[in-house]
């Protein structure tokens, strides 16, 4: 048997708006040309730098706005970035998308575990219950309860031993979910929804259908 690790947020969580929408309306406000997939491209992999929590954020590193414009390529105002920083960009509003439970009911039936493994504040507990996502579960290793995150190959072998065996990593982030799973010699399979990752062509699928097919022909089901 296959254990089935699973991300969260844009993988089986929508959150409303998503962060890095929340961030490029602030930079435009703030009078920077920007557009929501630059954005979300740096915010990527200035997150992906991040191993561990910080212990103000609750299970989350800190953005640093600095780094973020340079990814962008962008100046960086010492108040333009003071001010950024100082906005939440966390959602209260979560919702699952349309493909999460077809998908998780289809790996039960299967016969997988299935393992959250999620970078989240633990406010977790309260989306999974909301949701009703406990019952698809077999464990849960949320960084704000282990105090790694991904990219850090530690919180896969957290997942890992909860599972008793290995298997494949599904998640949204290239730069944390695919290439954190990879670090761990784990399967991953990449959830690109929005067309973010056009250079990545292995092991990429659009939504959770095509994922749950490119496990079958994995395992060859």
């Not at 602030?26 to 979300?40: I, K, P, Q, S």
């Amino acid at each position: 048997m296959t254990a089935i690790f699973v991300d969260m947020g844009d993988t089986l969580v929508k959150f409303v708006p998503r962060m890095h929408e929340s961030i490029a309306k602030a930079m435009m406000e703030e009078g920077l040309e920007v557009n929501e997939r630059d954005v979300y491209r740096a915010l990527m992999k200035h997150m992906g730098k991040a191993n561990f929590p910080h212990p103000d954020h609750d299970g989350l590193s800190q953005l640093d706005f600095y780094d973020i414009l340079y990814e962008m390529g962008k100046p960086a105002n010492p108040d333009v970035v003071k001010r950024l920083s100082s906005r939440n960009y966390l959602s209260d509003h979560f919702e699952l998308y349309e493909d999460a439970l077809p998908f998780l009911n289809e790996i039960k039936k299967m016969g997988f575990k299935v393992i959250l493994v999620t970078n989240t504040t633990r406010k977790v507990h309260t989306i999974l219950k909301t949701l009703d996502l406990y019952r698809y579960l077999d464990g849960v290793i949320a960084s704000c309860d282990v105090g790694v995150m991904k990219p850090n190959p530690k919180i896969f072998h957290h997942a890992i031993k909860e599972a008793g065996e290995e298997g494949i990593h599904i998640g949204d982030v290239y730069e944390i979910d695919y290439i954190g799973a990879r670090r761990a010699y784990l399967d991953a399979i990449l959830v690109d929804r929005f067309g973010f990752y056009p250079e990545v062509r292995e092991n990429k699928v659009s939504d959770l259908y095509q994922a749950l097919a490119l496990i079958k022909e994995k395992l060859k089901f």
